[in-house]
């Protein structure tokens, strides 16, 4: 049998045959009560000629520890150097120690990033017999020791919280997608790696195997915006095998990390309404086309987009694909004002591959939505009357002249035109495309001093180009008010019958029966027709040049006055018509 009875300088063990073996040990016990015979045993002499600042914990028996060592004599020649053989020392203090006693006595009480000079009396070393050719009998021994890692068995994942949002809905859970930035460092601080210089998050499902052991457990219950510091035992992070060449093994592992993003496979889109106007008319459904404002950010608060930045409405049609599949979906059920923040998970939004250089891949997204307006391509004009005289005798209509206020602004209140911005209320007249459809629409039906407030969807305003201060698309609401009414004719008509004319038309018209009409006697018959309701005048236009117009007409071979022959043309063969049907 060869027992083993210590480790030589180059880690490897000794084994002696079993009659040497209990040979030695019997010189050893007997040198040792000699020496204790003579006066008290000489113990280590530590030197700590370099202690960090900060040291959270010192090495206690049962210890693991990683260090770099230089073991010399007392006169500075040396006999061995983890440095030579390219990797450190690693082992438990005082348990089944693979060491000599005095540098495991050495060690303790060592501090992460400490550099002590250890020097160690024979007896604690190789003693009266040495280690074969390299170290001689009775060798006082001196070691150069930087310890590189610490860690127990019984040692947990360590969390440090360095900042917490303090509105927190929601933290991190099993199965929930994370996307994390980090810092990652070695205990002695050596960073081995790091996201911000890849400038791109880490991303990873947690509790499914994909990240280190102590990374699922140092995510879980964290926040978006969250800064945590987890500090990672070697055995719940690469352990003996270490990661390339920057990781090695038994290392102890601290991830500086900020989570960034968050979601889960199974969430749906959520909608917080912040304001919703009183009352809402109506609430928008698949098919109609909206208008709106938003911002875009991640779930750490950074911006990606906004509406606002260039001052124009996002607009488009809800429930038609137009739209990534979550804002389609939150824009069912809007009123018209209302304000919303919608958080849209990356399956309902840009999906793993992001957008471009906007949006990242796997991409939770919040929109404030503030909402302008909507409308159906088949909507009509809404009119809602404010006020109606009791004496209401005489209506608006097509043709009719009118003089009336009017104030225009966008269903979410901004003020557009107004007619106090001129100097006297406009006149116009209905029915002949003066004015935008919607509002000649709602201007007519009118009485006299009677205010209504009407709806005009864009296709019955300014439609997709909208006008000078009129965005594109845009509903109008306008609140009218009729100040006065003269009913009118027929587009192209200068004068109407109100009654049955008289028959025959040219006696009744040539008052002295002198067979002609000069200009004078015209003007005096259809003045008495009008000032008897029995006709009308076109209103809006002077009253003479209007009876200069239609008697210009009448008289064909412009001598100056209508014949009996002149009231009436040949169109064709078989019928015979007036020049104007007015007369």
């Known amino acids: 049998t060869f027992p083993y009875i210590y480790s030589g300088p180059d880690n490897h063990n000794i084994y002696l045959p079993l009659a040497l073996f209990l040979q030695i040990t019997t010189l050893t016990v007997l040198f040792t009560l000699i020496h204790v015979a003579c006066g008290q045993l000489e113990n280590v002499i530590i030197d700590r000629y370099f202690i960090p600042t900060h040291c959270s914990r010192e090495v206690q028996i049962g210890d693991y520890v990683r260090y770099q060592y230089n073991g010399t004599f007392e006169d500075g020649r040396k006999f061995d150097?983890?440095?030579?053989?390219?990797?450190?020392?690693?082992?438990?203090?005082?348990?089944?120690?693979?060491?000599?006693?005095?540098?495991?006595?050495?060690?303790?009480?060592?501090?992460?990033?400490?550099?002590?000079?250890?020097?160690?009396?024979?007896?604690?070393?190789?003693?009266?017999?040495?280690?074969?050719?390299?170290?001689?009998?009775?060798?006082?021994?001196?070691?150069?020791?930087?310890?590189?890692?610490?860690?127990?068995?019984?040692?947990?994942?360590?969390?440090?919280?360095?900042?917490?949002?303090?509105?927190?809905?929601?933290?991190?859970?099993?199965?929930?997608?994370v996307r994390y930035h980090y810092n990652g460092s070695l205990l002695v601080g050596n960073l081995f790696d790091s996201s911000h210089l890849q400038n791109s998050t880490y991303d990873s499902y947690v509790g499914q195997g994909s990240l280190l052991?102590?990374?699922?457990?140092?995510?879980?219950?964290?926040?978006?915006?969250?800064?945590?510091?987890?500090?990672?035992?070697?055995?719940?992070?690469?352990?003996?095998?270490?990661?390339?060449?920057?990781?090695?093994?038994?290392?102890?592992?601290?991830?500086?990390?900020?989570?960034?993003?968050?979601?889960?496979?199974?969430?749906?889109?959520?909608?917080?309404?912040?304001?919703?106007?009183?009352?809402?008319?109506?609430?928008?459904?698949?098919?109609?086309?909206i208008r709106y404002h938003y911002n875009g950010t991640f779930q750490d608060g950074t911006y990606f987009d906004s509406s606002y930045s260039r001052n124009s409405t996002y607009n488009t049609f809800i429930g038609m694909g137009y739209v990534i599949a979550g804002i389609d979906k939150a824009l069912q059920g809007v009123c018209v004002g209302e304000w919303r923040r919608v958080t849209v998970p990356p399956h309902l939004a840009y999906g793993e591959n992001g957008s471009g250089e906007l949006i990242p891949r796997s991409a939770v997204l919040i929109f404030d939505l503030h909402i302008i307006d909507f409308h159906n391509p088949?909507?009509?004009?809404?009119?809602?009357?404010?006020?109606?005289?009791?004496?209401?005798?005489?209506?608006?209509?097509?043709?009719?002249?009118?003089?009336?206020?009017?104030?225009?602004s966008l269903l979410d209140g901004?003020?557009?035109?107004?007619?106090?911005?001129?100097?006297?209320?406009?006149?116009?007249t209905l029915g002949q495309g003066k004015l935008i459809a919607g509002l000649d629409e709602g201007l007519q039906g009118m009485c006299v001093l009677e205010r209504r407030e009407i709806t005009v969807p864009p296709h019955l305003a300014h439609g997709t180009n909208g006008a000078l201060g009129v965005p594109s698309n845009a509903v109008l609401l306008f609140e009218l008010e009729l100040l006065q009414l003269q009913k009118g004719v027929p587009?192209?008509?200068?004068?109407i019958w109100l009654k049955d004319s008289p028959e025959p038309l040219f006696p009744a018209m040539d008052m002295n029966q002198d067979q002609k009409v000069p200009l004078e006697e015209f003007?005096?018959?259809?003045?008495?027709?009008?000032?008897?309701?029995?006709?009308?005048?076109?209103?809006?236009?002077?009253?003479?040049?209007v009876l200069r117009d239609m008697f210009s007409k009448q008289d064909r071979n412009a001598d100056g006055k209508i014949t009996e022959d002149e009231l009436n043309i040949i169109v064709n063969e078989e019928e015979e018509v007036p020049k104007h049907e007015e007369l």
Not at 253 to 260: A, K, R, T, W
Not at 491 to 495: C, D, I, K, S, T
Request: glycine share 8%; with cysteine.
């Open 213 to 289: 052991k102590g990374m699922e457990e140092g995510l879980l219950g964290m926040c978006v915006g969250e800064r945590r510091l987890i500090i990672i035992p070697p055995f719940l992070a690469y352990d003996d095998k270490g990661y390339g060449t920057k990781v090695p093994p038994y290392a102890t592992l601290i991830f500086d990390v900020l989570l960034v993003d968050m979601f889960n496979v199974k969430d749906d889109v959520n909608v917080e309404v912040q304001k919703i106007p009183q009352p809402c008319r109506r609430r928008a459904v698949g098919g109609d086309f």
């Open 414 to 428: 901004t003020h557009l035109y107004s007619s106090d911005d001129y100097p006297e209320p406009p006149r116009v």
């Open 491 to 495: 587009e192209g008509f200068l004068f």
């Open 523 to 545: 003007s005096a018959f259809i003045k008495l027709q009008v000032a008897e309701s029995r006709g009308r005048l076109h209103p809006g236009i002077d009253s003479d040049t």
């Open 378 to 408: 088949k909507d009509q004009v809404e009119i809602k009357v404010i006020y109606k005289p009791a004496d209401c005798n005489l209506t608006s209509a097509a043709n009719d002249l009118i003089m009336y206020r009017y104030n225009c």
């Open 81 to 177: 150097s983890s440095l030579d053989k390219g990797f450190p020392f690693v082992g438990q203090v005082g348990v089944e120690s693979k060491v000599i006693p005095g540098l495991d006595k050495g060690v303790q009480g060592m501090c992460v990033n400490e550099r002590r000079k250890i020097t160690i009396p024979s007896h604690l070393a190789y003693g009266v017999l040495g280690a074969g050719s390299v170290i001689p009998p009775d060798a006082t021994l001196v070691f150069d020791v930087l310890l590189l890692d610490l860690w127990n068995k019984e040692d947990k994942v360590q969390i440090r919280t360095l900042h917490k949002q303090q509105n927190c809905k929601r933290t991190v859970m099993p199965s929930d997608f």
